[in-house]
């Protein structure tokens, strides 16, 4: 059952959506999943008792609601889409990385391979590279591994394998979903979402090329990662590589951190500056919180249960809230900043601290310029770097970068944001 910390969490949470069906179902490298045609929510994992269907959750206020004490809880977003508009007028994006052959890509409800005298690779196996807040195995489950503190933050795997074809031992929890990357490519244009269902999910990719050495990366949400199969003779290997990357936090986050509008975790704002700037990620994001958030989702209680807990140092931490913040107490919320950027510095001293600032493609409202003015001061006393995003979207090129509710980024709102947030990190003279 979920600790009492995560319990606490669940209660503030949107009612996940159902998970898939037993149909195997064949995924062309490139296309969409027909498990990934749902937009990014809030689950609503418990254990369920023997004999009875997973529980669900009591619904959450409307968008832009906000009883007292109550964040803002931000809207699922529509599915954004996968050939978005270039980033700048007149100027073509280079064409995505393709794997050649690309994969085949299945996923089956089932709990056991399909590869004939298969090898089994178990979770807790040293030849899986987690990254994650203290990796453990799983209470509901120990053959699967999950992270300690909110399920909402990313767990990436990592390996090397030189298999002709590979099953990948998964389970569909809290609304789970899943990218992933073999040589640095996704193998599918969006996130497999696995659905909330409480069923082991074998995924198997096929290589028309045959037997060679790839690189893997699974980054997730929700994510039970239950270990792999590999044909007899092939090997699972350790990445020794990836160890000396550095590390990138964006935590505290909220919806656009959570990839709300993004084909994937992996390819929010954040895992675009990541790549930019050629460093690991890790992300913990929830949906409508902020500086004033109380309870497990107090971004204090974030940075102690999740973000302190990482199982590799952060080499720059990077805040992203305040945009729901900016109808409440102005002194609050700079208490709270204060506050969490101490405790931030308390559990990772070495690392550069960055916050971001709130923007709005609506303009610079009173409410939003206020917060970004607090939060500039607020770096400014703490010797933390401040990122300004005012005015990268507006409403000249909303219709580009934004969802129909013209709040959360798309896909390639999320391009623009993470590129333009690298450079200026960069500009700025934090980079690892």
Same mark, same amino acid.
Request: glycine content about 10%; charged content about 20%; overall charge negative.
């Given at each position: 059952?979920? #600790?009492?910390?995560?319990?606490?969490?669940?209660?503030?949470?949107?009612?996940?959506?159902?998970?898939?069906?037993?149909?195997?179902?064949?995924?062309?490298?490139?296309?969409? #999943?027909?498990?990934?045609?749902?937009?990014? #929510?809030?689950?609503?994992?418990?254990?369920?008792?023997?004999?009875?269907?997973?529980?669900?959750?009591?619904?959450?206020?409307? %968008?832009?609601?906000?009883?007292?004490?109550?964040?803002?809880?931000?809207?699922?977003? #529509?599915?954004? $889409?996968? *050939?978005?508009?270039?980033?700048?007028?007149?100027?073509?994006?280079?064409?995505?990385?393709?794997?050649?052959?690309?994969?085949?890509?299945?996923?089956?409800?089932?709990?056991?391979?399909?590869? +004939?005298?298969?090898?089994?690779?178990?979770?807790?196996?040293?030849?899986?590279?987690?990254?994650?807040?203290?990796?453990?195995?799983?209470?509901?489950?120990?053959?699967?591994?999950?992270?300690?503190?909110?399920?909402?933050?990313?767990?990436?795997?990592?390996?090397?394998? %030189?298999?002709?074809?590979?099953?990948?031992?998964?389970? +569909?929890?809290?609304?789970?979903?899943?990218?992933?990357?073999?040589?640095?490519?996704?193998?599918?244009?969006?996130?497999?979402?696995?659905? %909330?269902?409480?069923?082991?999910?074998?995924?198997?990719?096929?290589?028309?090329?045959?037997?060679?050495?790839?690189?893997?990366?699974?980054?997730?949400?929700?994510?039970?990662?239950?270990?792999?199969?590999?044909?007899?003779?092939?090997?699972?290997?350790?990445?020794?590589?990836?160890? $000396?990357?550095?590390?990138?936090?964006?935590?505290?986050?909220?919806?656009?951190?959570?990839?709300?509008?993004?084909?994937?975790?992996?390819?929010?704002?954040?895992?675009?500056?990541?790549?930019?700037?050629?460093?690991?990620?890790?992300?913990?994001?929830?949906?409508?919180?902020?500086?004033?958030?109380?309870?497990?989702?107090?971004?204090?209680?974030?940075?102690?249960?999740?973000?302190?807990?990482?199982?590799?140092?952060?080499?720059?931490?990077?805040?992203?809230?305040?945009? !729901?913040?900016?109808?409440?107490?102005?002194?609050?919320?700079?208490?709270?900043?204060?506050?969490?950027?101490?405790?931030?510095?308390?559990?990772?001293?070495?690392?550069?601290?960055?916050?971001?600032?709130?923007?709005?493609?609506?303009?610079?409202?009173?409410?939003?310029?206020?917060?970004?003015?607090?939060?500039?001061?607020?770096?400014?006393?703490?010797?933390?770097?401040?990122? *300004?995003?005012?005015?990268?979207?507006?409403?000249?090129?909303?219709?580009?970068? @934004? !969802?129909? *509710?013209?709040?959360?980024?798309?896909?390639?709102?999320?391009?623009?944001?993470?590129? @333009?947030? $690298?450079?200026?990190?960069?500009?700025?003279?934090?980079?690892?």
């Amino acid at each position: 059952m979920p #600790s009492p910390f995560i319990a606490a969490w669940l209660a503030l949470l949107l009612a996940g959506c159902g998970g898939g069906g037993s149909a195997d179902r064949v995924i062309g490298a490139g296309d969409e #999943s027909p498990l990934a045609s749902a937009p990014p #929510s809030e689950p609503t994992p418990s254990a369920p008792q023997p004999g009875t269907a997973p529980p669900a959750a009591a619904p959450e206020p409307a %968008d832009g609601q906000e009883p007292p004490g109550t964040p803002v809880v931000d809207a699922p977003s #529509s599915p954004p $889409a996968i *050939d978005p508009p270039p980033t700048t007028p007149g100027v073509e994006d280079p064409p995505p990385p393709a794997l050649d052959p690309a994969p085949t890509v299945r996923v089956a409800q089932a709990d056991g391979t399909s590869i +004939a005298g298969a090898r089994q690779v178990a979770a807790d196996d040293r030849a899986f590279r987690t990254i994650a807040a203290a990796p453990r195995p799983w209470s509901a489950d120990a053959s699967f591994r999950m992270a300690a503190g909110l399920p909402s933050q990313s767990l990436k795997v990592s390996f090397v394998s %030189d298999a002709p074809s590979i099953e990948l031992r998964l389970l +569909a929890w809290g609304n789970t979903q899943v990218e992933i990357r073999v040589d640095g490519v996704p193998v599918t244009a969006t996130a497999l979402r696995l659905g %909330d269902d409480w069923r082991p999910r074998v995924v198997r990719l096929d290589f028309p090329a045959g037997a060679r050495s790839r690189s893997y990366e699974l980054f997730g949400r929700f994510l039970p990662f239950g270990g792999a199969w590999v044909p007899a003779g092939s090997t699972l290997t350790y990445p020794a590589a990836e160890d $000396a990357r550095p590390l990138v936090a964006f935590a505290p986050g909220d919806s656009y951190t959570q990839g709300s509008g993004a084909p994937s975790a992996r390819q929010t704002y954040a895992g675009v500056a990541a790549d930019e700037l050629g460093v690991e990620l890790w992300t913990e994001g929830v949906g409508g919180t902020g500086w004033l958030s109380g309870g497990a989702h107090d971004p204090g209680a974030r940075v102690d249960g999740t973000l302190a807990l990482l199982n590799k140092a952060p080499a720059i931490v990077v805040t992203a809230l305040g945009y !729901n913040d900016r109808f409440g107490d102005l002194a609050a919320v700079a208490a709270r900043y204060d506050a969490t950027v101490a405790r931030i510095r308390a559990a990772w001293p070495q690392a550069r601290i960055v916050t971001l600032g709130p923007w709005t493609p609506l303009g610079a409202a009173r409410e939003t310029q206020a917060m970004r003015e607090l939060l500039i001061a607020g770096a400014e006393r703490n010797g933390v770097t401040f990122i *300004d995003l005012e005015g990268i979207v507006t409403a000249a090129n909303m219709d580009t970068y @934004t !969802n129909a *509710d013209r709040v959360h980024p798309n896909a390639e709102g999320h391009r623009h944001l993470g590129r @333009t947030i $690298a450079a200026r990190l960069r500009a700025a003279g934090v980079t690892p």
